[in-house]
T-cell receptor, first 116, second 114 residues
Framework: EPEVTQTPSHQVTQMGQEVILRCVPISNHLYFYWYRQILGQKVEFLVSFYNNEISEKSEIFDDQFSVERPDGSNFTLKIRSTKLEDSAMYFC??????????????FGPGTRLTVL | AQTVTQSQPEMSVQEAETVTLSCTYDTSESDYYLFWYKQPPSRQMILVIRQEAYKQQNATENRFSVNFQKAAKSFSLKISDSQLGDAAMYFCAYRSAPHNDMRFGAGTRLTVKP
């Protein structure tokens, strides 16, 4: 069964450093998402991406964050200058379509980001 | 803003018994979707079941079923014949039909006792 994959599983970085989290969505999916889950808190939506553009983003997704689909398979989340409060589990998800039919989002296993 | 509330931080059930996890949500919209996701210790979130708000019939998937009460804005998950592999964190989630962002509840940790 196809699944979303994410690398690395755990990333440790120093405050102020740039990190790139990588995701490979399910191959026939067209919509891609990032969510985060700070330890002990709810899963929160960050951004959705379709047709090489951001389609929606939350107030969390500020100028420190960017997303990109650099090739036909990868989807990345970049945090330019990490802060302590960016420490969280980051989940990538994908769906065949957006709002409407076949829009169920399938999640990857997550990348745990630790900012020291 | 839409919010999702799971009032049971932890639940436990005996193997082979039935358990119901509660979820309520707040919205002024009429067209939306509701989901239950399972997150076992491996951390990958797995879709358990999905309900379209326009459907009156409650969704079922094998041992998993929901009780969707639209007027009460309630969406509970029933797990029948609980198995050890059902032990996980369960998240209720809401998505407004025109939008892509999902709103999650805080989760309910389910323990299954042998």
């Amino acid at each position: 069964e196809p699944e979303v994959t994410q690398t690395p599983s755990h990333q440790v970085t120093q405050m102020g450093q740039e990190v790139i989290l990588r995701c490979v969505p399910i191959s026939n999916h067209l919509y891609f998402y990032w969510y985060r889950q700070i330890l002990g808190q709810k899963v929160e939506f960050l951004v959705s991406f379709y047709n090489n553009e951001i389609s929606e983003k939350s107030e969390i997704f500020d100028d420190q964050f960017s997303v990109e689909r650099p090739d036909g398979s990868n989807f990345t989340l970049k945090i330019r200058s990490t802060k302590l409060e960016d420490s969280a589990m980051y989940f990538c998800a994908s769906s065949e379509r957006g709002a409407g039919g076949r829009d169920t989002q399938y999640f990857g296993p997550g990348t745990r980001l630790t900012v020291l | 803003a839409q919010t999702v509330t799971q009032s049971q931080p932890e639940m436990s059930v005996q193997e082979a018994e039935t358990v119901t996890l509660s979820c309520t949500y707040d919205t002024s919209e009429s067209d939306y979707y509701l989901f239950w996701y399972k997150q076992p210790p491996s951390r990958q979130m797995i879709l358990v079941i999905r309900q379209e708000a326009y459907k009156q019939q409650n969704a079922t998937e094998n041992r998993f079923s929901v009780n969707f009460q639209k007027a009460a804005k309630s969406f509970s998950l029933k797990i029948s014949d609980s198995q050890l592999g059902d032990a996980a964190m369960y998240f209720c989630a809401y998505r407004s039909a025109p939008h892509n962002d999902m709103r999650f509840g805080a989760g309910t940790r389910l323990t299954v006792k042998p």
